[in-house]
């Protein structure tokens, strides 16, 4: 303060010193009136005063600047200390003047520890030449910051022994004539160890996926290759470091490339996560050979940081996809077979019913009338004849029926003679005269044109519906319908009976049912039977429809 009044006295006194000086020089000079000595001090005075309200004003505006200073100073304090990576500063010769909160919890120092010490405490031993060297080259640029260490990660020293990995950046300012250097610091141990557990976790999914048995590939929104693995490799014939950065048409025939490739845009847009490619058919997918295979795969996409990414599942099925082959093959021969035996033994049939209609019946009936002449003139007083003739007569009847109840069984003439419909008509009346079950038919055309073959698969499907109702039903009434349109042939009997479980249709040695799927199956339809304990049962068969042995 005093120091600050005297700056402020100074040029006063030297004004007043100049007008007593004046005076003297005019009273001396002969200027010795009184008013000349008056003006002349008045001036003096006027112009000390001026000259004090100058120099006030810019004592004034320097107490402005040095506290404007102080509160620059103060809020750069501020910033520094609540920084929260570390913050160091020093001098030329590289001892410490700043070092903030931060830094005393990252090095572990309290800060009057460090405080004119040298940067070296920081420092491990064996980098301290390299960066007091590397802090004097700074030095000598026009550089005002930079990154220190390049592209490597710089080593510290904590108070307990401890090195630890650091980021810094370096500045360099010059202030009163001196050069200052300011180091900003940040401890990235939690950083790298958490890039140490994701690179192991990475590896060790690399491991688990190249181990993988399915090929997986990865791909971006390009649909260009990312990853690549073991399997993969072995299956599409294609080394990893070829694949990886290719096309993912590589992998696709021509023929399917611009159709996959609007597939796997269209799954990004919707929210779906995975889902199997192709629905219910297989994929192609193409060697490096040029060899064409089949292959399920599903696909799967994942928004990240870097984009969308798409990964794909693939499983080569060529082994799967033959074996299929072999057994759709084999399944149509055997339906083949199947048909042919069944034809044959249909025509088997017809052929021993014919016989035994025709030749073992007409010999039958040749007896017969053999008999009834012969009761014509049979010798009187013969008591035991008449009675055998009655028992042989009879048993000749007996035989005739069964001749053609056999014959029919195997092959109902009528089926030939007169058509499916007269034949069916013909099964009905014979199994309500059996049974005393009503059976209700409606035909939707007068008129079936389908072949023979299939018009005895339906003849033979009904005669065996109704033999499981007339066995099992315990039925009062049957409707049975048949319906014929362009493409198919449908055949209903529909029953009021007891109705069974699945487990009763399952019962060893129960072929009925059995005996109706395969019948259906050998002409390329289907039958199913729907029931319930207590509510009827329903056999329903269909077959694709054969015209003149064709399909239409």
């Not at 003006?39 to 001026?50: E, K, S």
């Not at 060529?318 to 339906?335: G, H, I, K, N, P």
């Not at 209609?357 to 009834?372: I, K, P, R």
Request: charged content about 25%; overall charge negative; hydrophobic content about 40%.
């Amino acid at each position: 303060m005093a120091g600050r009044l005297l700056l402020i006295l100074a040029p006063i006194l030297a004004l007043i010193a100049l007008t007593v000086a004046l005076a003297l020089c005019a009273w001396l000079l002969g200027w010795y009136r009184t008013e000349m000595l008056v003006a002349a001090t008045g001036a003096g005075v006027l112009l000390a005063l001026l000259a004090v309200a100058a120099l006030y004003g810019q004592v004034r505006q320097r107490q402005e600047a040095h506290q404007s200073l102080r509160n620059v100073e103060a809020r750069v304090d501020d910033i520094v200390e609540a920084a929260m990576d570390p913050i160091v500063t020093i001098d030329e010769q590289q001892t410490i003047l700043v070092f903030n909160a931060a830094a005393e919890k990252v090095f572990e120092w309290p800060r009057e520890a460090v405080i004119g010490q040298p940067l070296d405490k920081l420092i491990p031993p064996q980098f301290r030449d390299t960066h007091k060297s590397h802090i004097e080259e700074f030095g000598t640029t026009g550089i005002t910051s930079r990154r220190m260490g390049g592209q490597t990660v710089l080593t510290a020293l904590r108070a307990n022994g401890e090195e630890f990995p650091i980021e810094a950046s370096i500045s360099q300012h010059t202030e009163d004539g001196g050069k200052l250097f300011t180091v900003i610091v940040r401890d990235i141990s939690e950083r790298l160890r958490g890039e140490m557990r994701l690179a192991q976790s990475e590896a060790r999914l690399r491991g688990v996926l190249d181990s993988a048995m399915d090929a997986i590939i990865t791909i971006d929104e390009r649909q260009h290759v990312v990853f690549f693995n073991t399997a993969a490799e072995a299956m599409f014939g294609c080394p990893q470091q070829d694949a990886v950065g290719a096309p993912l048409n590589w992998l696709i025939p021509d023929r399917f490339r611009g159709a996959h490739g609007e597939h796997v845009r269209g799954f990004g847009d919707t929210p779906t996560s995975s889902r199997r490619m192709g629905g219910q058919r297989l994929v192609t997918g193409l060697r490096r050979n040029g060899e064409e295979f089949p292959i399920d795969a599903s696909i799967s996409q994942l928004s990240g940081p870097g984009g969308k990414f798409f990964t794909v599942i693939l499983r080569d099925v060529t082994a799967r996809a033959q074996a299929e082959e072999a057994l759709r093959r084999s399944r149509e021969e055997l339906r083949e077979l199947g048909a042919a035996a069944n034809q044959a033994r249909e025509q088997e049939k017809s052929r021993l019913s014919r016989e035994l209609h025709d030749e073992l019946g007409q010999a039958l009936t040749a007896l017969q009338m053999d008999v009834a002449w012969f009761k014509q003139r049979m010798p009187q007083g013969e008591p035991a004849l008449p009675a055998k003739l009655e028992r042989m007569e009879a048993l000749l009847n007996t035989t005739v029926a069964a001749t053609r109840r056999i014959a029919a069984d195997l092959r109902p003439l009528v089926l030939d003679d007169l058509g499916l419909l007269a034949a069916i008509e013909w099964l009905t009346e014979s199994f309500t005269q059996r049974t005393g079950v009503d059976c209700e038919i409606k035909f939707s055309s007068k008129d079936l044109d389908i072949s023979e073959s299939q018009a005895s698969a339906v003849f033979r499907t009904i005669q065996e519906s109704l033999n499981n109702v007339a066995k099992h039903a315990h039925a009062s009434r049957v409707e049975l319908a048949i319906d014929q349109d362009d493409s198919q042939i449908k055949i209903s009997v529909r029953d009021d009976g007891v109705g069974f479980t699945p487990q009763e249709a399952r019962k060893p040695r129960s072929f009925g049912l059995l005996g109706l799927r395969e019948r259906a199956s050998m002409l390329g339809g289907q039958a199913s039977v729907i029931t319930s304990p207590g509510k009827g049962t329903r056999i329903e068969v269909s077959f694709p429809l054969e015209r003149n042995g064709r399909a239409p």
